[in-house]
């Protein structure tokens, strides 16, 4: 069976193969493991760019298989990051204060360390108590089970919900937008349990770990590039086959599907709830790199820029995703970096930080109108021609 | 016979408009039946009921020896229980394969963890073969759906029908836009699929109606107007009426 899957889809071995190149070519050129060229902030930029290629392919199973078009996929990939933060902060801050403490003359007792502890993570929010929602953050394996289970559970309560009242077309990607603001909104409280505002920080710090960050920058990005060549079989292994052949019915005729006799409603609870899965998983591995996760993070335009990344790169296949995420997120971080050479019109000076947005809109819609197909069209071509090729021979 | 499909009493109304009007209709195991009628009579809507996209106002309607209503159901599980359908306009999935379309409607487990772990079994890959040889698209089986001839996609569709395995067909308009031998051919496949299971089949055109040879039933204004065979039902006055009206 996986045989003849992977034989059927050598695209997929294709991938990996790059995919393992380029970790390879990384690590030799880390400041950590290698002989130095990259810098170990260069390595997180690329770390977090395969993780939002991960969300990406998730983007694409969802809208560019199934037809859904969620714009509130990037809530669940906050949420991910949120689950491992809370293990994250609270351990780390734990460390801190049990060191702190360790010299006080009579040993602080359970109380006075969670206490202590509550303290430096809620000082910011005006309170110094644990939040409910922090019961199991002293531990890491609750807490990464967290990471699917709390994103997982809302993808699945709200799918249910829409779909089963069958809201499609716009009228569903509006509800995914509410969906995430509503959530954004939320966590901005202080009151949240979640730091308002200020978000969780510290991220890249692991506790206990005594590596510099040369090294643990490199172990994610590692973790990374697993995720993201696990979650593309996966996606592949989904999309193929006679239960992607139904998710293509889906996105091109859902009526008639049901009148074959599936309950259309049921596939797109489960893609969906997947999906959103993928989402997490990717967003709990890009947080820690990032250092801090804040609820802006999940503000509706970032669902909204996942969209326009996987129709740049070509939606409906899944190297498109990979491609136009990664394509489009570090072209953004250099733009608004300040890295791009600003353009002097003499008139008028383009500066880049402020048009980039202008510049991504604008490819947007060119890619919509004249190649629908993205970038991942033009490869399509190539093969397509080469193909061709050899059926004459 | 034991009836398969009864149909009671059942009107609709869109809008202020009674598209069905107190329409009763019955149909048998293995039986072949035409309904015609004129363009608005509700032939499309009657089959909206049964397969559960419309819901009627009133009336009932009944399925299997068991007497099981359709109406409580869903789409796809009228369908799961054995009501296959072919659209008015053909309707395969244009983006996917001949064999694709054929495999998605075999009869097999339609759960999506069943449909997850599915391979296709050499018998299934018969089956397809064998179906598409019964509609003509034996060599184009890896062709898309959607590069075929309009006479083809409506052959696919019934074969995905016929693929299904459904106990009554309902067949709306099968031979428009086909060839003359294209119609030829179709009515065969129906008739021979009449020997196994109800079939019914909307159609305007009375040649093909009078080549399938079994009992009429006319619709007018959303009810029945008449039933018998073909030349019983063209020598009442009020078909005959009907149509002169036109
Ligand atoms: N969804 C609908 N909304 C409003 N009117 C409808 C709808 N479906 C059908 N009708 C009307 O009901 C009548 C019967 O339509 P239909 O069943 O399609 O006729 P036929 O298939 O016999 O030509 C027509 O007048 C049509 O305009
Ligand atoms: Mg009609």
């Given at each position: 069976m996986k045989r003849s899957f992977i034989a059927k889809n050598p695209s997929v071995l294709i991938f990996l193969a790059i995919l393992a190149l380029f970790t390879l070519l990384i690590t030799v050129m880390s400041e950590g493991f290698g002989?130095?060229?990259?810098s170990t902030s260069f390595i997180k930029t690329l770390g977090k760019t395969l993780c939002l290629c991960l969300i990406a392919l998730a983007m694409d199973v969802i809208?560019?298989?199934?037809g859904i078009l969620s714009l509130g996929h990037f809530a669940f990939f906050g949420l991910g990051g949120y689950m491992i933060g809370m293990w994250l902060m609270y351990e780390r801050t734990r460390l801190i204060v049990v060191d702190s403490l360790a010299q006080a003359e009579i040993p602080p007792t359970d109380g006075e360390v969670i206490d202590a502890i509550g303290n430096q993570i809620f000082g910011v929010v005006g309170s110094s108590d644990f939040p409910l929602?922090?019961?199991?953050?002293?531990?890491l394996m609750i807490q990464l089970m967290l990471v699917v289970l709390v994103p997982g559970l809302l993808a699945l309560v709200f799918g249910w919900l829409a779909f089963r009242s069958r809201v499609t077309g716009v009228y569903l990607s509006i509800l995914t937008q509410a969906m995430t603001l509503a959530l954004a909104l939320y966590l901005f409280?202080?009151?949240?349990?979640?730091?308002?505002?200020?978000?969780?920080?510290?991220?890249?710090n692991l506790p206990g770990?005594?590596?510099?960050q040369d090294h643990v920058s490199l172990w994610f990005f590692w973790a990374s590039a697993a995720a993201l060549g696990g979650g593309y079989v996966l996606c592949a292994w989904l999309v193929s086959g006679k239960f992607g052949s139904v998710l293509r019915a889906i996105r091109d005729n859902e009526a008639r599907v049901r009148f074959l006799g599936y309950s259309v409603e049921m596939y797109k609870l489960v893609i969906f709830t997947l999906t959103a899965c993928i989402a997490a998983i990717a967003g709990a591995l890009y947080y820690p790199q990032a250092g801090i996760i804040n609820p802006a993070e999940i503000a509706p335009i970032a669902s909204i820029y996942l969209a326009v990344w996987v129709a740049i790169g070509g939606r409906g296949r899944l190297y498109g995703a990979v491609i136009g995420a990664a394509f489009v997120s570090l072209l953004s971080t250099w733009f608004t970096g300040g890295q791009a050479p600003d353009i002097n019109l003499g008139f008028y000076t383009i500066k880049w930080v402020d048009w980039w947005l202008v510049l991504l809109g604008l490819s947007f819609v060119l890619v919509t109108l004249f190649?629908?197909?993205?970038?991942?069209g033009l490869i399509d071509i190539f093969t397509d021609r080469r193909a061709a090729k050899e059926a004459k021979q | 016979m034991s009836t398969l499909l009864e149909v009671s009493g059942v009107s609709v109304t869109f809008d202020g408009f009674?598209?069905?009007?107190n329409l009763s209709f019955q149909i048998a195991e293995a039986e072949m039946r035409a309904v015609i009628g004129p363009n608005g009579a509700g032939k499309t809507t009657f089959m909206d009921i049964v397969t559960g996209k419309t819901r009627p106002d009133e009336g009932r309607v009944i399925w299997g020896e068991k007497s099981?209503?359709?109406?409580?159901?869903n789409e796809a599980k009228i369908a799961q229980a054995g009501v296959g359908r072919k659209f008015q306009k053909p309707t395969v999935f244009?983006?996917?394969?001949v064999q694709e379309n054929l495999l998605m409607a075999l009869?097999?487990?339609?759960?999506w963890l069943a449909v997850l772990r599915y391979r296709p079994s050499p018998e299934d890959l018969v089956k397809v073969v064998d179906l598409a040889e019964k509609i003509g698209l034996k060599d184009q089986?890896?062709?898309?759906?959607?590069?075929?001839?309009h006479g083809q996609k409506q052959w696919l569709e019934i074969g995905m029908l016929l693929a299904q395995e459904p106990r009554l067909l309902l067949v709306d308009e099968?031979?428009?836009?086909?060839?003359p031998a294209e119609r030829e051919h179709t009515t065969d496949i129906l008739v021979e699929a009449a020997k196994t299971r109800a079939v019914v089949v909307v159609e305007h055109d009375m040649e093909f109606v009078r080549r399938l040879n079994c009992k009429v039933t006319v619709l007018h204004e959303g009810a029945v107007l008449a039933e018998g065979s073909l030349d019983h039902v063209t020598s009442d006055q009020n078909v005959i009426d009907v149509y002169l009206e036109r």
């Amino acid at each position: 069976m996986k045989r003849s899957f992977i034989a059927k889809n050598p695209s997929v071995l294709i991938f990996l193969a790059i995919l393992a190149l380029f970790t390879l070519l990384i690590t030799v050129m880390s400041e950590g493991f290698g002989v130095g060229g990259i810098s170990t902030s260069f390595i997180k930029t690329l770390g977090k760019t395969l993780c939002l290629c991960l969300i990406a392919l998730a983007m694409d199973v969802i809208w560019g298989y199934t037809g859904i078009l969620s714009l509130g996929h990037f809530a669940f990939f906050g949420l991910g990051g949120y689950m491992i933060g809370m293990w994250l902060m609270y351990e780390r801050t734990r460390l801190i204060v049990v060191d702190s403490l360790a010299q006080a003359e009579i040993p602080p007792t359970d109380g006075e360390v969670i206490d202590a502890i509550g303290n430096q993570i809620f000082g910011v929010v005006g309170s110094s108590d644990f939040p409910l929602i922090w019961a199991f953050a002293d531990s890491l394996m609750i807490q990464l089970m967290l990471v699917v289970l709390v994103p997982g559970l809302l993808a699945l309560v709200f799918g249910w919900l829409a779909f089963r009242s069958r809201v499609t077309g716009v009228y569903l990607s509006i509800l995914t937008q509410a969906m995430t603001l509503a959530l954004a909104l939320y966590l901005f409280q202080n009151d949240s349990g979640l730091r308002g505002n200020n978000g969780l920080s510290g991220l890249q710090n692991l506790p206990g770990v005594t590596a510099s960050q040369d090294h643990v920058s490199l172990w994610f990005f590692w973790a990374s590039a697993a995720a993201l060549g696990g979650g593309y079989v996966l996606c592949a292994w989904l999309v193929s086959g006679k239960f992607g052949s139904v998710l293509r019915a889906i996105r091109d005729n859902e009526a008639r599907v049901r009148f074959l006799g599936y309950s259309v409603e049921m596939y797109k609870l489960v893609i969906f709830t997947l999906t959103a899965c993928i989402a997490a998983i990717a967003g709990a591995l890009y947080y820690p790199q990032a250092g801090i996760i804040n609820p802006a993070e999940i503000a509706p335009i970032a669902s909204i820029y996942l969209a326009v990344w996987v129709a740049i790169g070509g939606r409906g296949r899944l190297y498109g995703a990979v491609i136009g995420a990664a394509f489009v997120s570090l072209l953004s971080t250099w733009f608004t970096g300040g890295q791009a050479p600003d353009i002097n019109l003499g008139f008028y000076t383009i500066k880049w930080v402020d048009w980039w947005l202008v510049l991504l809109g604008l490819s947007f819609v060119l890619v919509t109108l004249f190649a629908p197909k993205g970038i991942g069209g033009l490869i399509d071509i190539f093969t397509d021609r080469r193909a061709a090729k050899e059926a004459k021979q | 016979m034991s009836t398969l499909l009864e149909v009671s009493g059942v009107s609709v109304t869109f809008d202020g408009f009674r598209a069905i009007n107190n329409l009763s209709f019955q149909i048998a195991e293995a039986e072949m039946r035409a309904v015609i009628g004129p363009n608005g009579a509700g032939k499309t809507t009657f089959m909206d009921i049964v397969t559960g996209k419309t819901r009627p106002d009133e009336g009932r309607v009944i399925w299997g020896e068991k007497s099981v209503s359709l109406l409580g159901m869903n789409e796809a599980k009228i369908a799961q229980a054995g009501v296959g359908r072919k659209f008015q306009k053909p309707t395969v999935f244009e983006d996917q394969s001949v064999q694709e379309n054929l495999l998605m409607a075999l009869q097999n487990k339609r759960g999506w963890l069943a449909v997850l772990r599915y391979r296709p079994s050499p018998e299934d890959l018969v089956k397809v073969v064998d179906l598409a040889e019964k509609i003509g698209l034996k060599d184009q089986l890896f062709r898309k759906s959607g590069e075929l001839s309009h006479g083809q996609k409506q052959w696919l569709e019934i074969g995905m029908l016929l693929a299904q395995e459904p106990r009554l067909l309902l067949v709306d308009e099968p031979a428009a836009g086909m060839t003359p031998a294209e119609r030829e051919h179709t009515t065969d496949i129906l008739v021979e699929a009449a020997k196994t299971r109800a079939v019914v089949v909307v159609e305007h055109d009375m040649e093909f109606v009078r080549r399938l040879n079994c009992k009429v039933t006319v619709l007018h204004e959303g009810a029945v107007l008449a039933e018998g065979s073909l030349d019983h039902v063209t020598s009442d006055q009020n078909v005959i009426d009907v149509y002169l009206e036109r």
